[in-house]
């Protein structure tokens, strides 16, 4: 990855993920047992939501379910109150189905730049 920006903006940024990481934490901490993926995903999508609503307006899962369709990846947990995204998406298609495809993370400034860009939604 590569960080624009000056060197404090990266330290903020880098500290708000830890503050997030340590609520999710306390969060999944308080969960009954089992902890389901499902509500992982959520704990996750709705501390991220909260600590970044200036700077994301969507934050969610794709998720590989094979017993439907082997080569999609579906929409799993989110939040967004402004975007509505696809509900499935091919392997290799937009940033989320080239993710899986390639089984890596991936970050990207702006995912419009993309070759492979899915317009779900105007807003993402």
């Known amino acids: 990855m590569v960080e624009t920006g000056s060197s404090s903006s990266t330290t903020a940024k880098t500290l708000k993920y830890e503050q997030c990481y340590n609520e999710l934490e306390t969060i999944l901490s308080r969960l009954p047992n089992p902890i389901t993926e ?3 995903q ?4 709705e ?5 970044f609503k200036d700077t994301f307006n969507f934050v969610g899962f ?6 439907i369709d082997p080569r ?3 929409i799993g947990e989110f939040v967004s109150e402004l975007v509505f995204p696809c509900g499935e998406i091919d392997l290799g ?8 495809a390639e089984e890596r ?3 990207a400034q702006n995912v419009k730049l993309l070759d492979n860009y899915i317009a779900c939604d105007d807003d993402t």
């Open 72 to 74: 999609k990846v579906f």
């Open 38 to 40: 499902q509500h992982k």
């Open 105 to 107: 993370v991936m970050i």
């Open 42 to 45: 959520k704990a996750l999508c």
């Open 93 to 100: 298609k937009g940033q989320c189905g080239q993710c899986a």
């Open 47 to 51: 501390v991220l939501a909260r600590a």
């Open 62 to 67: 794709y998720d590989l379910r094979p017993e």
